[in-house]
């Protein structure tokens, strides 16, 4: 299939869609590791993205701080 | 002349309010206001009414129209700075100065329109009665107007003058600098109140034993009790901190903070009379009523300070005797210790700590009078100038500790060094900590590694040492280790090809798999170039979009109804086949993963997913995956198989005992199983019967 370089590009979205990129996959590897923050996770779409569970977003960010680390939010 | 911004806002309210009289109502109040000649529209003559509040000379006039009480009443809301006030503390006032008429003057006010009622939601205004125990607000441009009507209070100064090297003033730093520390504390924890707006114990208890909040003023070796809890409370009401839902957090500093050390005084003594549960004798004292005397009694002395001649002194024995014969609440809400000095404690207390570090009084051998900018405050008089800066005040050490000498501080540098650093002692000397949280807290509020560093730099007597900028980046950088996007919108592309072109196109910026993409901060993509296929919420139900084929392991995907969730979920049981288009996206169970998957989940869960996304539970083929490992192993074995000619046939061979004791299992409708040493007998026995079995 040839695509038009100026045309539409055929898309789905998916809206409010709770996610944590990590800077490399040891980190998400190390996020699943926990137990109660892997409990919240619903999947992982690629190596450093894992897909949140739906309204579970500050149990994620409480359980990343217990963690020491310091998440930067990006709201939408 | 224009009018300015904060006239604009008030002017807003009071519109606002109008609006909600009913027209009888808002006809009256507004032809009071602006006397029009001729019958005007409703909005047109509300319009013109609020546009009467900012015009002085008729301001004046109306004012002059109402009566005395009225009259003081304005007044004392001017001269408060706080255009918001409870009915029943400005009846309390009135009352101290002789007008103990009850609601009428805060009605004729109201009926005037000089003041309006703080109203709730939807709330019509019938008639004023019910204002009788809510708020009101004036509009301050009504109030500054107002200023100049006499109070009447007596001039309690003395004659005799106190040596003059004796006189203390303060610096005016200490309530910003609590009240920073106290909002660096909610920023880090917000604070949840109770159904009655009030402090749960175990942060009552924080507050009281919190070192930084509770260290003695620099000045005066005066200790006022739960002063963190006051700096709380005057955070809450000065516009450092919002409530939301019964929670106190962290708002941004009020641009008051960028104008200088008087105006931020200016506000906080603005804010004075909205705090009701502190007392400086007993510290946090919420009342029932919710009522306390200390908002009103705090405005009465500074107003007979300011009723003194300006070069004299006053005795607080002599306020607190006026207080005593003339402020009922006051006097009756004394503690008994109080009541033998008729209350001189009570406003030595709230003098020294509270009207002298706000630099409004200064203090000589025990006596008192208004500073210049407390007669700026509280008599009308000009305003003193700034004090002088000294940029450079602080010192920034090696182990990330910064050490801020107190005479060159002032509220913007309060403001923003709260943002990124801890406060660790106050005093003469004041120390802040650098650490990862406060950077974190910092980054997260906008504030960025180069304007911290910036500001420790412009702010600092000597470099900044290296290794803290390394401190700083380091925390800043390990903020962007991980990124959570809370409401992201996710863009499915066709193939990775179209993903690769939507990226050069700018569309998207971030690639998360090999066909979805999302722009940098997680919003919505330029929708013009996309041709939308589908549109899911994540957080909706999920939908059924798999179908089940017959062979009972191979799942097809209807993509426009799949969603995100189902692609991640759907890989913990089976796996993809190699795309085929244009077939729907189809993966296969696997065996493996489904087991792996039962160790996390119930086959209950695993069903409820099926059903879900499926219409039905798992499939034979998968329970036999799933649950077969689990049963006791299958069983082979070498048995006759003998099919009879009818089920009637066979069900009476069943029920035979003579034959049924010689079947082990039936088959089907029509056969059953015999083992092969039982053969021969049951040949003979249905031979007895005259059946001859082939």
């Not at chain 1, 800077?23 to 996770?41: H, S, T, Y």
Request: charged content about 20%; aromatic content about 6%.
């Amino acid at each position: 299939m040839t695509i038009n370089p100026t045309g539409r590009l055929s898309a789905k979205l998916h809206r409010r869609v709770c996610l944590v990129l990590t800077e490399d996959a040891v980190l998400a590897e190390e996020l699943l590791a926990r137990k109660k923050l892997a409990a919240e996770v619903a999947g992982r779409l690629s190596e450093k993205v894992l897909l949140i569970r739906p309204g579970r977003l500050d149990a994620v960010l409480d359980e990343l701080r217990k963690m020491g680390h310091t998440p930067q939010i990006v709201k939408g | 002349m224009p009018p300015s911004p904060n006239d604009v806002i008030w002017s807003d309210r009071c519109r606002q309010a109008l609006s909600r009289y009913i027209e009888p109502l808002a006809r009256s109040v507004a032809a009071l206001l602006v006397r029009p000649r001729t019958n005007q529209p409703l909005n047109e003559l509300l319009d013109k009414a609020v546009a009467t509040l900012t015009n002085p000379p008729v301001i004046d006039r109306r004012i002059r129209d109402l009566p005395e009480s009225s009259r003081k009443l304005l007044a004392l809301i001017g001269l408060s700075h706080q255009p918001r006030w409870k009915v029943e503390h400005l009846l309390t006032l009135l009352a101290a100065l002789g007008y103990a008429e009850g609601f009428a003057p805060v009605q004729s006010a109201l009926e005037a329109g000089l003041l309006f009622p703080v109203l709730t939601t939807d709330q019509q205004v019938e008639s004023f009665t019910a204002v009788a125990t809510a708020e009101i607000f004036t509009h301050p441009a009504v109030a500054t107007r107002a200023c100049g009507v006499s109070l009447d209070l007596p001039d309690l100064a003395k004659e005799e003058q106190p040596a003059l090297h004796a006189i203390r003033t303060a610096d005016g730093l200490d309530w910003p600098l609590r009240l920073a520390a106290v909002w660096q504390q909610v920023q880090a924890a917000p604070i949840r109140l109770t159904q009655a707006n009030l402090l749960f114990k175990k942060d009552l208890h924080r507050l009281q034993a919190d070192d930084v909040l509770s260290t003695p003023p620099m000045d005066l070796a005066l200790c006022l009790p739960d002063v963190g809890v006051l700096a709380l409370l005057w955070a809450a009401k000065c516009g450092l901190l919002t409530e939301h839902n019964g929670e106190l957090s962290a708002a941004t500093f009020p641009t008051t903070w960028e104008q200088g050390i008087l105006a931020v005084l200016i506000e906080l003594v603005a804010a004075l009379p909205r705090i009701d549960n502190w007392n400086p004798l007993l510290g946090y004292n919420p009342t029932e009523t919710g009522l306390s005397p200390t908002p009103t009694a705090g405005l009465l002395i500074f107003l007979l300070l300011a009723a003194a001649h300006p070069d004299r002194w006053v005795v607080p024995t002599d306020l607190a005797r006026w207080l005593w014969d003339h402020h009922d609440l006051w006097t009756g809400s004394l503690p008994p210790s109080a009541v033998t000095d008729q209350g001189t404690e009570w406003v030595q207390a709230y003098l020294l700590g509270i009207a002298f570090p706000l630099q409004l009084i200064e203090v000589a051998e025990n006596r008192v009078r208004l500073t210049r900018f407390g007669r700026h405050v509280f008599a009308g008089a000009p305003a003193p100038l700034d004090p002088p800066s000294f940029p450079q005040t602080l010192f920034v050490q090696p182990n990330a500790e910064i050490l801020v000498y107190r005479q060159g501080l002032n509220p913007a540098v309060i403001a923003t060094l709260s943002r990124f650093a801890r406060w660790k002692g106050l005093g003469p000397a004041c120390t802040l900590e650098l650490s990862a949280e406060q950077t974190y807290r910092a980054l997260e509020s906008g504030m960025t590694l180069p304007m911290m560093s910036q500001t420790l730099t412009q702010y600092s007597t000597r470099p900044v040492p290296p290794a803290v900028i390394d401190l700083l980046q380091r925390w800043a950088s390990k903020r962007e280790r991980i990124t959570v996007f809370s409401s992201a919108v996710l863009v499915e592309f066709t193939s990775s090809t179209e993903l690769d072109q939507a990226i050069n196109r700018g569309i998207v910026a971030l690639r998360l798999t090999d066909r979805i993409g999302m722009t940098a901060s997680g919003g919505e993509p330029g929708l013009a170039q996309l041709r939308l296929l589908a549109n899911r919420d994540y957080e909706a139900k999920p939908q059924r979009c798999v179908t089940v084929d017959e062979d009972g392991v191979t799942l097809s995907v209807d993509a426009a109804a799949a969603d995100l969730l189902l692609d991640v979920e759907i890989g913990r049981f089976a796996s993809p086949l190699p795309p085929a288009p244009p077939t729907a996206r189809r993966y296969r169970l696997d065996p493996d993963l489904l087991r792996r998957a039962a160790e996390s989940l119930s086959l209950a869960e695993i069903d409820a997913w099926f059903t879900d996304r499926t219409g039905q539970p798992l499939s034979p083929a998968g329970r036999l995956f799933l649950l077969g490992p689990q049963l006791s192993p299958p069983i082979s074995a070498r048995l006759t198989v003998i099919r009879f000619p009818t089920p009637e046939l066979t069900d009476g061979v069943l029920q035979w005992p003579d034959t049924r004791r010689l079947i082990r299992e039936r088959l089907g409708p029509t056969a059953v199983v015999v083992e092969l040493e039982n053969m021969e007998l049951l040949r003979k026995v249905l031979s007895d019967i005259g059946i001859a079995m082939v």
